[in-house]
């Protein structure tokens, strides 16, 4: 034997002992079922084999049993492929298809160890999401021997189906062994991962994550512990987590001002609804839900957010009352920067058609329209600006109006006429219709009652927002004739009550929002924390 055989022995008699060291934690026997089908997947079927002789070597609380998938027991458990491992089935609920190889190896034993010990290992903050999954989660996780990042996403799954056997099952899936899996699943990289067959994370995740992605049956990005508080003290309590309100939290909390977001629904507001966005400084282009995630990280590092959570109640006072569905907050300042919604046309097409040639935003997607043909839909001066922000970047615009006149200003009708840009009156656009993008348009004159089609390579529509004004009235803050929150330099009727963002009117942007956000925030740092200053 020369000197190199005898290192290689000399290595693995020690790396057994750690293994054995570390299997002598085991508390409990694991039974350990394999089902084979002979010459299906042979080298797969052999090489489990081979792994568990290896393990059962190392501790004797491996307790073995083979059948064949013809084997009734096979039936009763639903099992199909070659080679499946089932662990401990009286307690848990974990299958592995296909065999321990490379990188496997390190999930095996983290197998063994969680099920023989019964100990998940979670954190509390996982502990904590996985408390409220209340509905069966069947979990896959593609996985392969020659991927690092698997065995984390799988221990990630094994934590879970070993802290709540009751309502978690996994498998985790080999996708050289169980190649039709892979490809039903579309799982070409690994590791991936699904719950209930929705796929919820490309790659590896942190333990958190995992868990609010299988609770939420969605992919998330970025994990926010969840309070128990029933009451909160601080100086600012921001209403809405969109641009506006997450960047008043930084400028807030970064001027000293002990501040919350609170968001009743998605983190980002309309922003998180926008697939693609060009006209934010510094990202030529961005995903919408990127952008989000880039705010809310940055926000995070300041401010505590209470996502999942509408405000309902203000009662203004010293301090000021914050009711939300959960908690209650007690404030100094309190910022609204609850957002607006564009309205619809509700025509047949609309919304099948909604960032694929139907838009809302002029200034956001013009550019991809330069041109072409489109119909822009409107009377006011958001419609008149809007068809004269297109002309003048080269779009083919109509401007489209049911009235026989504008209700836009003489100035932007003047303008609009002296630019040359055609205006359909008495018209109506009654439908919008495409392939895979829009194509035509079907105008409705009221005045003749005359239909026509009309190519088309989009339709904007500017006919108004709503802003979300409830809460603001419900506390009796004063309105403008246009519904949005009226205030001077964000401050409303009410003393401590600010305004911020598309709900306090104005242009309707990201960047516009967190500037107004940035300058609410910095007035209400002069109101609270200045006074002070200017007593001392
Ligand atoms: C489809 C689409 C595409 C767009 N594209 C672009 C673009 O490309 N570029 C651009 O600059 N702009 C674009 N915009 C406009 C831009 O997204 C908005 O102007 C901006 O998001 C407004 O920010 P905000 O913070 O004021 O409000 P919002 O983004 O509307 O956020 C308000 C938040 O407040 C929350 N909220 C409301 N009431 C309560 C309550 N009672 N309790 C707790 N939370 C509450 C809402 O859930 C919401 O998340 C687009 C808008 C849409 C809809």
Not at 129 to 148: E, G, M, T
Not at 234 to 252: D, E, M
Not at 490 to 510: C, E, H, L, M, S
């Amino acid at each position: 034997m020369n000197q190199a055989n005898q290192m290689d022995e000399a290595q693995l008699r020690q790396a057994q002992m750690e293994l054995s060291r570390i299997l002598s934690g085991l508390k409990h026997e694991v039974p350990i079922y394999l089902f084979t089908r002979g010459g299906h997947n042979e080298v797969f079927n052999d090489a489990a084999r081979q792994a568990l002789r290896f393990f059962r070597q190392l501790t004797d609380k491996i307790v073995l049993r083979e059948y064949d998938l013809s084997h009734e027991m096979a039936q009763q458990m639903g099992i199909v492929h070659s080679p499946t491992l089932v662990f401990d089935p009286d307690r848990y609920n974990v299958r592995w298809l296909g065999a321990p190889l490379g990188e496997e190896g390190r999930i095996f034993l983290e197998v063994l160890l969680r099920v023989g010990t019964g100990n998940s290992d979670l954190n509390e903050a996982s502990l904590g999401v996985l408390k409220k999954i209340d509905q069966p989660r069947n979990l896959k996780v593609f996985v392969s021997a020659s991927c690092p990042y698997c065995p984390q996403q799988a221990l990630n799954a094994l934590k879970a189906a070993v802290a709540k056997p009751d309502l978690i099952a996994l498998e985790i899936i080999d996708i050289q062994a169980n190649a039709d899996l892979a490809d039903q699943y579309g799982a070409q990289s690994v590791p991936q991962t699904f719950a209930n067959d929705v796929l919820t994370a490309l790659g590896a995740q942190t333990e958190e994550l995992f868990m609010s992605s299988i609770d939420k049956l969605e992919q998330q990005t970025i994990f926010i512990p969840e309070s128990d508080a029933t009451e909160v003290d601080c100086q600012l309590v921001i209403i809405g987590g969109g641009p506006a309100g997450l960047t008043a939290g930084i400028y807030a909390a970064r001027s000293g001002l002990k501040s919350v977001v609170v968001e009743k629904g998605v983190l980002g507001g309309q922003v998180a609804l926008t697939p693609v966005v060009e006209n934010y400084p510094g990202m030529k282009e961005v995903g919408g839900k990127t952008l989000v995630d880039i705010m809310v990280t940055h926000a995070l590092e300041y401010v505590q957010i209470f996502p999942g959570e509408e405000v309902v109640d203000i009662t203004p006072g010293d301090p000021h009352i914050i009711q939300t569905s959960r908690r209650k907050f007690r404030a100094q300042a309190v910022l609204l920067a609850t957002g607006a919604s564009h309205r619809n046309l509700g025509v047949p097409g609309e919304e099948r058609f909604s960032g694929r040639g139907v838009s809302y935003c002029a200034t956001c997607d013009g550019p991809l329209f330069r041109g072409k043909k489109v119909f822009l839909v409107g009377g006011g001066n958001s419609a008149a600006t809007e068809a004269l922000y297109l002309h003048n970047t080269g779009v083919a615009v109509t401007l489209v109006h049911r009235r026989d006149r504008l209700k836009a200003q003489d100035v932007l009708v003047k303008q609009l006429i002296d630019n040359g840009v055609p205006i359909l009156f008495n018209t109506e656009v009654k439908e919008i219709r495409g392939e895979n993008r829009v194509t035509e348009v079907v105008l409705y004159n009221n005045a003749t009652d005359q239909s026509a089609p009309q190519p088309a390579d989009g339709v904007f529509l500017a006919i108004g927002y709503d802003p979300a004004v409830d809460l603001a009235a419900k506390v009796g803050l004063e309105l403008t004739d246009e519904g949005y929150v009226k205030h001077d330099n964000f401050r409303t009727n009410i003393p401590g009550i600010y305004v911020a963002g598309d709900v306090a009117g104005g242009f309707k942007q990201i960047v516009t929002a967190a500037g107004y956000g940035s300058e609410a925030a910095l007035a209400i740092f002069e109101d609270i924390i200045d006074p002070y200053w200017k007593k001392e």
